[in-house]
């Protein structure tokens, strides 16, 4: 398969589903989700959606609440899709631990900065 087509498809489907939970904000109170990535099998079959949840502490429970709508949330994305795609992609969630690490790099760094300083 045409990687072109795969990077179309991807920007295709993070726009919309960035464009989605924008829109539906009010369902995960005192949440900010945003889609980090997204990656498309090759035979177009698979979209797997990075999001990235803030703040950390509610991060279980607002991806549980995602995964119990993933249905919904493929039907909505379906209807704003179906006139550039023939066939929606089944969607699979993934939290995106990138923050986290790069936060506890920083940690790091300003700890060994602290002890050298002393």
Known sequence: ?????QNKIS???QKEA????LTHQGEYPG????????RVTP????????ISIFP???RTKVFAKITAD??????ELAAKMRYQL?????????????????????????KDKNLNAD
């Open 43 to 50: 035979d177009l079959d698979e979209a797997r959606i990075f």
């Open 70 to 75: 993933i249905k919904q949330i493929r039907f």
């Open 56 to 58: 950390t502490n509610l």
């Open 86 to 110: 023939r066939r929606i992609p089944n969607l699979l969630f993934m939290p995106d631990d990138s923050l986290d690490y790069a936060e506890r790099i920083e940690q790091l760094l300003n």
């Open 31 to 38: 949440a900010i989700i945003s889609v980090t990535e997204v």
């Open 1 to 5: 398969m045409d990687a072109t087509r």
């Open 18 to 21: 960035a464009s989605y939970f």
């Open 11 to 13: 920007r295709l489907v």
